[in-house]
């Protein structure tokens, strides 16, 4: 992207969002987002995903920092051990620093990373689309064709929503989702007594894999995982055990395809 010959980078695009860019700059891209509706639809997306999260995870932000983790406390015990060395002094800095770090992170005042941002971009999709009655999906099940080709562009892999059929559940079609980590994908399904169920993933930063573990997702269970270097997330309603048998599903269903 660019404007006025100056390239517009995917960094400006967030900050745009989040009203961090100066009047000059902020005015070029606006510009740009005028002259290019699709670019425009974009950023669009990507804050409605930035509102969702706020809104998903406000409860963190009123919760104090626990005491085990407050730097300050953690910096005085570490003094009070009197270490030996001026080394050893700086290390125990350190150490309170990267506890506080966590502390930090723990109210959300620092972005999560990992399987923990996987988690609360699936949490908030879940809570903003899934749980829309009238229309929780972009392409429905009959357009099934037309949205692997979309994902399979937007996220520059193959990506194929799973067969869930023999579990009792009907998809009932998916959607591209923006984060502030790329496009992700969301696929919804629909049990006979009405209960949803969403599968997300998106591309991780690394090839890595990771073995299924338990999220937390809000007011829901969840099963997490990453297979070469793709993030999975199985939300629902559903008993956590009924979860991690249709999680296995999906992974054996991903990896076939691999």
């Given amino acids: 992207m660019s404007e006025s010959g100056r390239p517009i980078t995917e960094e400006e695009v967030h900050a745009y ?7 000059d700059r902020g005015m070029g891209v606006s510009r740009y987002l005028q002259a290019h509706p699709e670019a425009a639809a974009r ?7 930035r509102q969702a999260l706020r809104a998903a995870f406000e409860f963190l932000a009123a919760e104090p920092v626990p005491p085990s983790l407050d730097l300050s406390r953690l910096l005085e015990e570490r003094l009070m051990r009197r270490p030996s060395s001026r080394w050893q002094l700086v290390a125990a800095v350190v150490a309170a620093l990267w506890l506080g ?3 930090g992170w ?13 988690a609360q971009e699936a949490a908030a ?7 829309d009655k009238g229309r929780p999906v972009e392409l429905a099940a009959e357009q099934r064709g037309d949205l692997v080709r979309w994902l399979t562009l937007r996220l520059n892999r193959p990506v194929v929503p799973p067969d869930l059929s023999a579990a009792g559940y009907r998809f009932l079609g998916g959607r591209l989702v923006a984060t502030g980590r790329g496009a ?22 690394s090839e890595q894999s990771i073995p299924i573990e338990a999220a937390d997702i809000g007011d829901s269970d ?4 990453i297979d070469n270097g ?3 997330i199985v939300t629902g309603a559903e008993p956590y055990g009924q979860l991690l048998e249709l999680s296995r599903q999906v992974r054996q269903q991903a990896q076939a395809r691999s």
């Fill in 17 to 23: 969002v989040d009203g961090r860019l100066d009047e």
């Fill in 43 to 49: 950023v669009a997306a990507y804050g409605e995903q």
């Fill in 106 to 118: 723990l109210v959300g005042r620092r972005p999560p990373s990992g399987l923990d941002a996987l």
């Fill in 230 to 232: 793709v993030g999975y």
């Fill in 222 to 225: 969840g099963c997490i995982w």
């Fill in 184 to 205: 992700a994908a969301l696929f919804v399904y629909e049990s006979g007594a009405g209960s949803r169920l969403a599968v997300f993933l998106r591309p991780m930063g």
């Fill in 101 to 103: 770090g966590i502390g």
């Fill in 125 to 131: 999709s879940y809570a903003v689309y899934v749980a």
